[in-house]
């Protein structure tokens, strides 16, 4: 919500939000709900003034954004939205086609907001089960990515995105990955963990 709060005065300029992951992934009309301001309005340039000015009042933007935190832990849980922090830029190693590498940090917990920021939008699950990134005697709650990618890619169930996607709460060995791709698929994932 804060990139778009920060980017959406360009899309408006630009006349282009529909091509923009504001728009695909729901948070063009997330604020048009908080708002109230409709859909035509919003997309002029007095509109969108309008339309921060409200959203940047809200206590969505006040409140609960400023109270987030990059995770919570508990005795056997860390919930967090991406993963942990775990990537390093690596010349001339094995990387991921994002020229990436990932691995386990032991000092995550102290990562800076940066690094924090970086593992927000990373797809746990990719670096959970294929490169290994895991919490010791810990399970990894996460968001971000849509749980048909583990299915389709780690259990050959379904396809990632279509009729047969499965949407369900992926689980593996250090993972439980939420993110149902609500916008798309209508779900939300809940789930009860007692620790």
Not at 57 to 85: K, L
Not at 146 to 168: K, L, Q, V
């Amino acid at each position: 919500m804060i990139d778009f709060i920060k980017e959406y005065p360009f899309y408006v300029l630009m006349k282009n939000i529909f091509r923009s992951r504001h728009y695909a992934n729901g948070t063009f009309d997330t604020a048009l709900q908080l708002t109230g301001v409709d859909y035509i309005t919003a997309q002029t340039l007095y509109g969108s003034d309008k339309m921060l000015d409200k959203l940047s009042r809200t206590p969505f933007v006040q409140t609960i954004i400023p109270e987030c935190v990059d995770y919570f832990e508990t005795e056997h849980y860390i919930f967090v939205h991406g993963w942990i922090p775990c990537t390093k830029e690596v010349v001339g190693e094995k990387m991921n086609s994002r020229g990436r590498k990932y691995e386990y940090i032991s000092s995550w917990r102290e990562s800076s907001k940066s690094d924090w920021y970086n593992a927000r939008w990373v797809n746990g699950m990719e670096v959970c089960m294929k490169y290994k990134v895991k919490e010791p005697n810990k399970t990894i709650v996460c968001g971000h990515w849509h749980c048909s990618y583990g299915h389709s890619t780690f259990e050959n169930h379904g396809a990632e995105i279509g009729e047969d996607a499965d949407f369900s709460p992926f689980y593996s060995d250090g993972i439980i990955a939420l993110d149902a791709c609500t916008a798309l698929s209508g779900i939300v994932n809940c789930i009860v963990l007692e620790d």
